[in-house]
């Protein structure tokens, strides 16, 4: 075969060789990014699963917290012994497992000493509180018929009359309705027969609803059973129906809010001057449903609520906002003064950082919250290693700092027996010397724990939740007037909460912030030991005349105490 020919071939085999070689190569490079393609769908399927398990154990976390909000204790003590059985866990971080066993070895070394203490007697028999003194008493006497009371035994003839010798007595409760009578304002008029200058009348009395025939005492008695005894106007009025006094809900309505939104704005705005001057305060908020707004039916709404004040002197504001917003809780804190410059103290809201952050305060932290979200994973975390951590959180970390409290206001309380005070530096020194040391090794230990702890669990809720908030959480180290929780707000908001439950919604803005005003009357007169319809009678009927600034501060709770009866402490 001439070399020329073969030289061809050649050159035709390696072409046909170099074009296999390019489809094995496409090939080979589709084959490569279908493997790709097929690995990324692999991991996204992987994450996917992830998420699905942790979102499963989520929910599944969510219903055993509803179940156990409905059926469950609400109370937040630990029980006596925690379960913590072996089994397989999900943590597999070192440190989670070491925290894991010394918190195990802890809870079966543990015991319990129990201080001898005395208890104390009642100074009545039945088990049953005594009657109050001071409610009126009406005999009603069971005595003997006439025959019983000459002695059965004859002696020569002669029987002797028995003589009386003491009494038993058994008190009971009487219980009438509530008397409605008429007030007749009956003015006079005179005149002179002679000159026949004109006729003379009194002044006519003022009254705070001048167009109505409300007296004060009715008007207090319908806002306190609203926003005292959480029973909705309707109702109010049906139980006047039983006494013959025909008054409409629609009528009753108006009234009320004629009150709150413009009768009582003096007073209340004295209040608000009068909080804003405390060094400290403590805000809160929960939702409310206002049927006619700007938003639809269905949104909510909001009820701010702030406390200042210290003991004798308290002052609880609500307010209503349409929305919750920074600019509507900043707006809250701007007074007449300017913007407030004191401390804060709420809960993990990220909104009141803004507002700390924008008006410059010295912002606290709720050390309660905290310790609810660990009791929630102490309730609903399905592994036993979450519920023992849980345990241990609240137990040897949370309990032992709120046990410190405690101890300082019994302290206080003693000191106010014996007729002196606990001062601010000695509750700072016991803060210090107790509190600290525990609070650092808790840091310690939950920083420890949260690398290994799925986020979405109860567990890594606690744990985010207290990383995040910590350095407000332990602020109250530095300042002695501080409390370690918002406790009080939230119990504030608590007769508020139950009395949504029964009349439901405000009609309107207009009702929303009439409501609030009431409400801040209600629950100041109560905070400060005063029973609110005595309070709110008071200031309806001097409420017309107080022209001046001075009348209006003598309204106060605190100034017209004196004037008032005293009502029992809240609880």
Request: charged content about 25%; aromatic content about 6%.
């Amino acid at each position: 075969m001439p070399a020329a020919l073969r030289h061809n071939q050649s050159l035709e085999k390696n072409a046909e060789l170099q074009a296999r070689l390019k489809v094995s190569e496409e090939t080979i490079r589709q084959v490569k990014q279908a493997h790709e393609r097929l690995k990324q769908v692999h991991e996204q399927l992987e994450s996917e699963h992830r998420q699905a398990l942790e979102r499963k154990g989520m929910l599944e976390e969510e219903v055993r917290f509803l179940k156990a909000q409905l059926y469950g204790r609400s109370s937040e003590k630990l029980p006596a012994q925690s379960v913590s059985p072996d089994q397989k866990i999900l943590f597999n971080e070192a440190e989670v497992l070491a925290a894991i066993a010394a918190a195990e070895a802890a809870e079966q070394e543990r015991t319990t000493t129990v201080a001898a203490h005395e208890r104390k007697a009642r100074p009545h028999s039945g088990g049953r509180e005594p009657i109050p003194p001071h409610l009126p008493r009406q005999d009603i006497v069971h005595d003997l018929l006439v025959h019983e009371k000459w002695c059965t035994h004859e002696h020569e003839g002669v029987c002797w009359a028995r003589q009386r010798i003491g009494e038993e007595v058994s008190e009971r409760y009487h219980y009438e309705a509530p008397k409605v009578w008429v007030e007749r304002h009956v003015y006079p008029k005179y005149a002179c027969g002679e000159c026949h200058e004109g006729v003379k009348v009194a002044a006519a009395v003022k009254s705070i609803l001048p167009k109505s025939n409300a007296s004060a005492s009715l008007l207090a008695h319908l806002v306190t059973s609203k926003f005292d005894d959480g029973l909705p106007l309707y109702r109010v009025c049906r139980q006047m129906e039983r006494q013959d006094v025909l008054l409409s809900p629609g009528t009753v309505g108006t009234w009320v809010n004629t009150l709150g939104a413009e009768s009582v704005v003096p007073l209340i705005n004295l209040m608000n001057d009068d909080l804003l001057a405390h060094p400290l305060i403590q805000m809160d908020e929960t939702y409310l449903q206002v049927l006619r707004s700007e938003k639809s039916p269905s949104s909510d709404h909001y009820m701010v609520v702030r406390c200042a004040g210290p003991p004798g002197r308290r002052i609880i504001l609500f307010d209503y906002i349409p929305s919750r917003t920074a600019e509507a809780l900043k707006s809250l804190l701007d007074g007449a003064d300017g913007p407030y410059r004191g401390k804060l103290l709420t809960d993990g809201l990220e909104l009141y950082d803004i507002v700390a952050k924008q008006l410059k305060l010295e912002h606290f932290g709720c050390l309660q919250h905290c310790r609810t979200y660990f009791h929630k994973a102490l309730k609903v975390t399905e592994l036993p290693s979450g519920r023992t951590l849980a345990g241990v959180a609240m137990r040897e970390y949370l309990g032992p700092v709120f046990k410190i409290e405690q101890d300082i206001k019994d302290l206080r309380k003693q000191r106010e027996r014996d007729g002196s005070q606990l001062t601010i530096e000695e509750v700072l020194k016991l803060r210090q010397e107790k509190s600290a040391p525990i609070l650092t090794a808790f840091k310690h230990w939950v920083d420890d724990l949260l690398p290994g702890t799925p986020p979405q669990s109860a567990l890594g809720k606690a744990l985010a939740y207290t990383t995040n908030q910590w350095p407000k959480l332990v602020r109250h180290l530095e300042h002695g007037e501080v409390p370690i929780h918002n406790n009080d707000t939230e119990n504030r908001i608590r007769p508020f909460a139950q009395g949504r439950r029964v009349w439901l919604f405000c009609h309107n803005p207009f009702g929303a912030r009439a409501s609030a005003n009431l409400f801040s009357l209600v629950s100041t007169a109560r905070d400060n030991g005063i029973e609110p319809h005595a309070y709110l009678n008071f200031i309806f009927e001097r409420l017309p005349g107080a022209d001046t600034i001075e009348a209006l501060e003598a309204l106060l709770p605190w100034n017209a105490r004196a004037a008032l009866p005293a009502a029992r402490p809240a609880a």
